[in-house]
């Protein structure tokens, strides 16, 4: 049953340094064809889904915060009206920390979203620039504080584990983004992907990425620091505080279904993985000839469902319970891990077992994609 609505704006103002949406970058974006479009895509979810009533709601995408307040507005008003939300729905609108986004944070409150996920970063302009990002650190703090001004719940990320980047480096940097009192951090290692501007820099010799042994000390770090500020790690990369972690990742990583509206968007319900097209032109044709974007929409059988959900739930600290979980997809239980691999890595205090529940100990979170294809006897499978 889906009780989260994805909904993806893939416009740019810019190119972004993190893919490759040249064809989204717009000078003008013709509103009211795009309304009447997502709120189709929106009412044919709404027709294969449940009637349970939303928990969560995320505006994703290129640079959802510059979407109209009336757009959002709008969207919510039609979401309500065709899943009704619970009493504590949460609205996450995600953000470029830049003046421009910034300045239409006080209407989206007013629209209805009352959390806002900010990608900050880094808090320095070297670092920022080797990132490649388009603002400046003053800018990002400056958008950060009339973010918590205006939303209840406020998060940020950063990126550490930087080239050459020192403990104590981190550590003032961590410091300082804790003083900001927002009750949720991402907080992500810096890694090199094949086909990203960062392999190619590597592969020139630009600059050489922290070794594993570094990496691993600052991971520490980050996990004793947050947890002593009230912030403890919930998942492999997210710190919240108790009552703010982000119910709509929660989705994801408890494998719960959530629908997925507009260019580009994935879901998962009832059984089936959909996506829509990607390039914004071929979703409005499609929704426009058959009422809904979807450019794919696949079956998944049992032992992939629970393949994916034992990688997503073993990122949790809460971990994963097999008696559910087999429960859910008509599996065994020894079916969904390997047992005596777990109690190995049990004795290695980089597991823990207790009753019906497995999960990945603190010593083991640095490990978790080695111990995830340890652990999952299926975890090839494609997800």
Request: hydrophobic share 40%; aromatic share 8%.
């Amino acid at each position: 049953m889906a009780r989260a609505l994805y909904i993806h704006w893939p416009f740019c103002l810019a190119k972004c340094p993190y893919c490759d949406f040249n064809s989204h970058v717009r000078e003008t974006v013709d509103h009211v064809r795009w309304e009447q479009t997502l709120l189709a895509d929106m009412r044919h979810e709404r027709f294969v889904s449940t009637e349970e009533p939303l928990e969560s709601i995320f505006f994703g995408g290129g640079t959802p915060s510059l979407m109209p307040p009336a757009l959002v507005a709008r969207l919510l008003e039609e979401a309500e009206t065709l899943w009704g939300f619970t009493p504590e729905i949460e609205i996450t609108l995600e953000g470029n920390p830049s003046s421009v986004e910034a300045a239409n944070y006080a209407a989206l409150a007013s629209a209805g979203v009352n959390r806002v996920s900010l990608g900050l970063q880094a808090l320095d302009n070297d670092t920022l620039r080797f990132l490649g990002r388009l603002h400046d650190a003053a800018e990002g703090l400056a958008a950060l504080e009339i973010a918590q001004r205006h939303f209840s719940r406020v998060s940020f990320d950063l990126i550490y584990a930087r080239p050459d980047q020192a403990p104590e480096q981190w550590q003032a940097e961590l410091t300082r983004a804790l003083s900001f009192g927002t009750g949720h951090l991402s907080l992500y290692q810096l890694t090199i992907e094949a086909g990203t501007r960062f392999e190619t820099m590597v592969r020139k010799g630009n600059f050489t990425p922290l070794d594993n042994d570094a990496c691993a000390d600052l991971f520490a770090m980050t996990r004793e620091m947050t947890a002593a500020a009230g912030l403890p790690a919930y998942e492999v990369s997210n710190h919240a505080r108790p009552g703010e972690e982000s119910r709509h990742n929660l989705t994801y990583w408890r494998y719960q279904d959530y629908c997925g509206i507009g260019p580009g968007a994935h879901g998962r319900r009832s059984g089936s993985a959909t996506v829509r097209h990607r390039k914004p032109e071929n979703w409005l044709d499609a929704v426009d000839r058959s009422g809904n974007g979807i450019s794919e929409m696949r079956s998944l059988d049992a032992r992939e469902q629970a393949s994916e959900a034992m990688l997503m739930g073993l990122r949790l600290r809460e971990g994963v319970n097999l008696g559910e979980l087999a429960s859910r997809f008509g599996l065994d239980p020894a079916e969904l891990h390997n047992a005596t691999k777990a109690t190995f890595y049990e004795k290695q205090e980089l597991v823990w077992q207790s009753g019906a529940k497995l999960g990945v100990t603190e010593s083991g979170m640095p490990l978790l994609d080695a111990l995830l294809a340890e652990l999952v006897p299926f975890a090839l499978v494609e997800a």
